[in-house]
């Protein structure tokens, strides 16, 4: 075991069973996936995704770029960074090579979404976090500090410190401030505009079955901060060389992570080579810690410090020498080092070792500072991209600003919140600092991004900048080799940094390798973009509980449990559920159809109109308003009288058409299509309150007010008479395009004499509570009738028959109402409306322009696709085909006893007559060209 | 996500607004009397410039106003918010 007894902060008392690659090991509480199978002596955890070689554990927090798992109970999550998974009970993963694989069954977890707004948000529990954190609560603010950890310390719980109980002093500090609130595992994935940042919280996975229960699993926190503290830490940088992919070679403040908070010690045998002061502390930690430890240090000047500190444990240190390349099977025997000099490798020596520490010096993790617009400087003696300064609401503390010591990152987090506070016009309450003596900094760091390739058997070596994408230096050569200058572009062609851990470890490194090798200063070359999230993070999570049915709101109406209840098959037709057919004994759509229209055209049928769109538009200018919108005249129309209208837009293209009925002087309520009842009413409201604020108009949207039952056929006359006694229904008394107040079931009633079947027909609008009732009342009364109900698609082949086009359906956008054929409905008398203009322009009055048409197939039971294109020529062995247009509805016709189709085609009017050839389906159907009202073309039917 | 300030509401999520184009971009007065180039000009042209641009938003998950706002559209920074009938105001930019 590499556990040892005395170390770390796991819970020994909480032993935890897991599974990993099929055989069972045990961790301890507090430990994740990747320290216990360390502790277990498993090294090689995954397979590379190209190479199919071994890997390893590189790093002990979210830079793990190596160690991906598949956990596979309690529920399948491809892609997990071991490093990342705190261990638990019953866990099982596998080692994953490369790629993970979803669930194949839904998620039974749940996810929720809570909003926060708070003065300052602090991102980060370290050192700089906390003391920024304690200032600003202490100071008043409403202060949110998260923390992707099981407990708060940041980089101090894997290291030595003389801090002692410093961190929960203030975490207890904290819980005594008015208004602060501490969110563990808490990891903030992007700043978004405005101090707006989201965060992953994981809730449940650490806690016993038992307690997860009727607890969401993980939660995005939406916060909205006016102040945020950036106090995220940095992440230790590698340095490339020949084969530097062998299980066993880590990071090395890894290596002290794994030491001191999770007690494992993560080899016996240790080589360190650096280029900083940084990974002297993990060489003598882990010396102390009873392993075998040297050092390699890129710098021909070792510290007089360090130098003496490793004298005293006997580490052998190598100034002035690199790593070149490794040996192993499996995992990492030796390390092969040789002097460096300006560039030239001197000879070579193995060192054998069963750990590899590696410390090419430390990246700021600036991803929220940089995704707030932060400026980036390059800083020449760390080698790394850090903040240029603070930004209005978010400043930056600690290891993220490039601080390196821990006094350092206390005096960065009270700065920082001295600075929020300031912003805010709070006062900065006194927050004391411990001190604690620190190394003396006496040799600089040296930037070394790759070792030169030592071409070992004379062969070129495999040195990896990716690991997880398999990628390396010669990639990166074969990109520049392309002609690619950009690191954006290198990044894209060679894929380095777009894996799982989005090049947190990597990026950088290939900044300096492409600048050196372009003979550029990286300082103008920069980094790629530090895109959110910056962990990764489950759609589960980010859909929340907008999911299944709730994912959309779905719209029914007051009369949708009768049809349920009557077997209707439904459609979507936007978010409303509206019956589509209604089979009775097996049918199927087209036969349903057939007998619902069947029922309409010679009996009587009802169906559920209430989706229609529906607008109340009143005020002294209404009529004047609508004059301006329509395109015919609707000032003129009477109260208890309705007209048929179109709406154009400034293109003077149709929008919309729908019916318009006078209630008084001074009241209108016009009707649209189910789908564009939210477009019209903005459409409307837009010009109302810019264009002509000078109307005296208000619109209110009453679609969901009334339902609406159009009460269809030859008899529906009768079957109004009969529940609405004390209504004349006689022709003379109630005639097409009026409307009457009645008394219909006993219910309040607005009956409109509207017809978009052809037929005689009414609608009958009532109160949305007493739809169920009208509805019902008129089933009964029309059973003597054989009363049916019918759904959307009846409606269509009804209207279709009658040549009435569905806006959106058999119009595009591009049509006018003269390609509709409906020059009937634009005023010639008024001076303007919307779209009038526009009319007049050349195109729109070019002869040859597409006109709906009615097409019929020659065979008359050929039933054409919709969309099919419309030909000529039946020659169509040479492209291009000349194209006339397209079918826009096609449908079988009870009434016409064969099929029929509507169609956009150029200049069809004049073509009425002509055969043309549909391409349905790969073969071309003969057509005749007719007018598109179909049936009853002079009306009679309908005004009767 | 960005907050805009509905002049009538204040401070709101940008996913409650929509985008309205161009703003003081008047109807013309005789439609009938304008040149198919102007009429043009007027229906399909607008402006897409770098920088102070004034333009026309909608509350439309909120009070469903209309106003106006001044954007510098290459940091999408709203530089000030002005309702219906006001006169675009100066921006120091």
């Known amino acids: 075991m590499s556990r040892l007894p005395d170390r770390g902060r796991i819970d020994r008392a909480v032993e935890l069973a897991f599974t990993f690659d099929g055989k069972e090991y045990r961790g301890y509480a507090g430990d994740t996936l990747a320290s216990a199978l360390l502790a277990n002596e498993v090294r090689v955890v995954a397979t590379s995704v190209n190479y199919g070689r071994p890997r390893g554990i590189t790093a002990a927090g979210v830079e793990e770029s190596n160690a991906l798992v598949q956990i596979e109970a309690p529920f399948p999550e491809p892609m997990l960074a071991a490093t990342a998974v705190e261990l638990y009970e019953g866990l099982v993963a596998r080692g994953l090579a490369g790629r993970g694989e979803l669930a194949d069954a839904p998620d039974p977890a749940r996810y929720d979404a809570v909003h926060l707004h708070c003065d300052v948000l602090v991102v980060g529990a370290g050192p700089s976090g906390l003391v920024a954190a304690l200032a600003a609560g202490r100071a008043g603010a409403r202060v949110v500090l998260v923390d992707d950890q099981p407990e708060a310390g940041g980089s101090l719980l894997g290291m030595q410190h003389e801090l002692g109980d410093w961190v929960s002093s203030v975490v207890t500090a904290l819980t005594s401030c008015d208004d602060v609130r501490v969110l563990q595992r808490t990891t903030a994935l992007g700043y978004f505009d405005d101090g707006f940042v989201l965060a992953l919280e994981r809730r449940t996975d650490h806690l016993p079955a038992a307690d997860r229960i009727g607890k969401a699993r993980q939660r995005i926190w939406r916060i909205r901060a006016k102040q945020v503290i950036v106090a995220t830490g940095a992440h230790e940088r590698p340095v490339v060389f020949a084969d530097n992919d062998r299980p066993g070679i880590m990071l090395a403040g890894s290596a002290r992570t794994y030491l001191h908070r999770y007690g494992v010690l993560a080899g016996r045998k240790a080589v360190v080579f650096t280029t900083n002061d940084s990974a002297y502390e993990t060489a003598t930690d882990l010396a102390d810690a009873g392993a075998d430890v040297s050092v390699v240090d890129a710098r021909s000047e070792i510290p007089r410090y360090w130098s003496r500190e490793c004298a005293r444990r006997a580490i052998a240190v190598r100034a002035g020498s690199v790593v070149t390349g490794t040996s192993g099977h499996g995992r990492v025997t030796a390390a092969h080092v040789a002097p460096m000099n300006g560039g030239a490798l001197g000879p070579r020596t193995g060192i054998s070792c069963d750990l590899l520490l590696v410390s090419g010096g430390w990246n700021p993790a600036v991803h929220l500072y940089s995704q707030a617009r932060g400026r980036l400087r390059y800083d020449t003696v760390m080698g790394a991209f850090v903040p240029e300064g603070d930004l209005a609401a978010v400043r930056v503390a600690g290891s993220a600003l490039g601080t390196s010591t821990t006094y350092g990152c206390l005096s960065d987090g009270r700065a920082a919140a001295a600075k929020a506070l300031a912003a805010l016009g709070m006062p900065m309450p006194d927050v004391r600092l411990p001190v604690i003596d620190h190394p003396p900094d006496e040799v600089p760091s040296v930037v070394l991004w790759a070792v030169p390739d030592p071409r070992e058997d004379g062969e070129p070596c495999r040195q990896f900048v990716d690991l997880q994408r398999d990628a390396t230096v010669a990639d990166i050569l074969r990109a520049l080799g392309a002609g690619l200058t950009s690191v954006e572009h290198v990044k894209r062609y060679t894929t380095i940094g777009t894996a799982h851990d989005q090049g947190k470890t990597s990026g950088v490194i290939a900044s300096g390798i492409i600048a050196d090798a372009l003979g550029v200063d990286i300082a103008s070359l920069g980094t790629t973009t530090f895109r959110p999230p910056y962990i990764s993070v489950s759609f589960a999570a980010l859909a929340g509980r907008d999911r299944g049915e709730i994912f959309d709101p779905v719209r029914v109406t007051a009369i949708h449990p009768w049809h349920v209840a009557h077997g209707a098959v439904f459609e979507n037709v936007g978010q409303w559920k509206r019956p589509w057919f209604y089979p009775t004994n097996g049918e199927d759509l087209e036969s349903a159809v057939l007998r619902e229209c069947r029922a309409a055209r010679e009996g009587v049928a009802l169906m559920d109109g209430s989706t229609l769109g529906k607008i109340n538009v009143q005020g002294a200018d209404a009529a004047e308003f609508l004059d301006r919108l329509y395109t015919n005249v609707i000032s003129s129309l009477k109260p208890g009288f309705i007209r048929y209208a179109v709406m154009c837009g400034l293109d003077g293209m149709v929008i919309d058409d729908g019916t318009v009925a006078r209630i008084s002087e001074t009241e209108f309520l016009l009707t649209t299509t189910t789908g564009n009842a939210a477009k019209v009413r903005d459409w409307m409201e ?181 969309g099919a294109q419309v030909l000529s020529s039946s020659d169509v062995s040479k492209p291009p085909v000349p194209m006339l247009g397209h079918v826009t509805s096609s449908y079988r016709s009870a009434a016409l006893g064969r099929t029929f189709a509507l169609a956009l085609v150029r200049a069809g009017r004049d073509r009425i007559g002509e055969t043309l050839y549909a391409w349905h389906d790969a073969e071309l159907v003969p057509v005749t060209v007719a007018d598109p009202v179909l049936y009853d073309r002079d009306g009679a039917r309908r005004d009767g | 996500m960005q907050l805009i300030r509905c002049p009538w509401c204040g401070p709101r999520e940008e996913t409650e607004f929509h985008y309205g184009g161009q703003a003081h971009v008047a109807y013309p007065e005789r439609p009938a009397e304008t040149s198919d180039a102007d009429w043009a000009h007027y229906v399909f042209f607008r402006e897409n410039q770098k920088g102070a641009f004034a333009e026309r938003w909608v509350h439309a998950a909120g009070c469903r106003r209309w106003f106006n706002a001044v954007r510098d559209t290459s940091t999408h920074e709203f530089l000030a918010v002005y309702k219906v009938g006001e006169a675009k105001p100066e921006v120091a930019r």
């Open chain 1, 686 to 866: 837009e010009f109302a309150q810019t264009e002509w604020a000078e109307l005296r108009v208000k619109l209110t949207s009453v679609t969901d007010h009334w339902v609406t039952v159009p009460l269809v056929g030859p008899q529906s006359r009768a079957v109004l008479g009969a529940v609405a006694p004390r209504l004349d229904v006689s022709k003379e008394a109630f005639p097409f395009m009026t409307w009457r107040d009645a008394s219909v079931a006993g219910i309040d009633a607005r009956v409109c004499r509207i017809s978009f079947s052809g037929e005689l027909a009414y609608e009958i609008n009532v109160s949305a509570w007493d739809g169920i009732a009208l509805w019902e009342a008129l089933i009964e009364a029309g059973k003597r009738y054989g009363i049916t109900p019918y759904g959307t698609e009846t409606m269509h082949v009804l209207r279709a028959e009658k040549g009435y086009p569905i806006i959106g359906q058999d119009t595009d956008g591009t049509v006018t109402p003269q390609d509709l054929g409906m020059t009937w409905v634009v005023s010639k008398k008024k001076v303007d409306f919307i779209g009038k203009r526009s009319h007049e322009r050349a195109e729109n009055k070019r002869p040859d322009r597409k006109h709906l048409v009615g097409v019929l197939p020659i065979d008359p039971q050929k039933l054409l696709v919709e």
